[in-house]
């Protein structure tokens, strides 16, 4: 058995003894802990001897590390520093918004799930995760940066829904406090329950049915290299997606009824999960019913979704509502031409 190191030895050593690269897609957070558990020190007290000026786990260090914490991981790890970068939530969230994560430091971040922290805890589902890859990833399981995205919610490996809490306790990820009342600090794998001990890997796993999964394929592929030729950035096209999850979210009045209609069309039951607030504070359930319908909307652009529209009578005001960021072209143009100056126009040619 590996020794336990002492702190004195691991400030002595300018590369850490027992290093390694962050995994594929790995979390920030996720990677100090398997590093902690290799030097078989506690998780606080690996960060501390790292960082002795912050507190590490009272802030959301995978949306924000500060700089010098990155460095030093670069420095005592020995990985590229673009490597690193990679393990942050900011590169995911810029491709996604158009906006540097550095500006908005501070409150909710469209698209990225807050993890409500408290204290030293985790008390939102601001994580989530699929059983299937951490059954796959064998002795060392670990945290992917999309499995924080709010619109994140199957699993395109496995085919299956992400799940946000422990099925046993219902608890939300915390994989940081594992070690919290063992002596062996690198006893627990990070796909334990920090409060029952379930392991998460063993969660039951629910299929995705293959038209909304080549959805998801396709939602997914957008949000790495834009949409079409003539929309070839990521956030020009997530904007527009999440101010139509926004109106669809609305529980009363037009809002309403699109979304009864929407569901009779793609011929599913009209029940909603309940939760509402910010999209990315709902439940994964929640999201995954007002996703499928926004994506069904912007698909066979834009007939489909100016026949939806217009069949609901649905007003430019609602659909441009509260869509404080700047309008992409793509967008408004199709405002402007059919629901402002056109408003009398024959829909018969958008008919199949």
Known sequence: MTPILSPDALLE???????????????????????????????????????????????????????HMLNTLVVRTLTDPHRIAQTMLAPAVERLTGTQLLHVKRGPTSWLMPVGIVHRTRQGNGLVYCPG???????????????????YVVCPTCGVYLREECPACGAPVNFFRLDMGHQNAAEQLLSTCYKCAFDLSQAPMQPVPAQELSRYYTLYRV?????????????????????????????????????????????QPVTWPSGGGAFEQLPIARR??????????????????????????????TIRRDMAEEMPFWFSSVLVEHFFSARNRSWSQFEH
Request: some cysteine.
């Open 133 to 151: 890859c951490l059954q796959r990833d064998g002795a060392n399981p670990y945290y992917r940066t999309s499995w924080r995205l709010a619109f």
């Open 223 to 267: 949000s790495r290299e834009g949409w079409k030729e003539a929309v070839p950035y990521p956030h020009q096209y997530f904007r527009v997606l999440r101010q139509i999850v926004r109106v669809l979210s609305c529980p009363f009045g037009e809002a309403l009824r699109l979304q009864v209609d929407v569901r009779l069309r793609m011929g």
């Open 288 to 317: 995954i019913y007002l996703l499928e319908q926004a994506m069904w909307l912007l698909e066979d652009w834009p007939a489909r979704f100016i026949r939806v529209m217009h069949d609901n009578q649905i007003k430019s005001y």
């Open 13 to 67: 050593r300018r590369i850490l003894p027992c290093t390694f690269h962050p995994s594929e897609d790995e979390l920030l957070s996720s990677w100090l802990v398997r590093l902690a558990q290799a030097h078989r020190v506690k998780v606080q007290l690996f960060s501390h001897y790292l960082w002795p000026q912050i507190v590490v786990w009272k802030r959301d260090i995978d949306k924000l590390a500060p700089p």
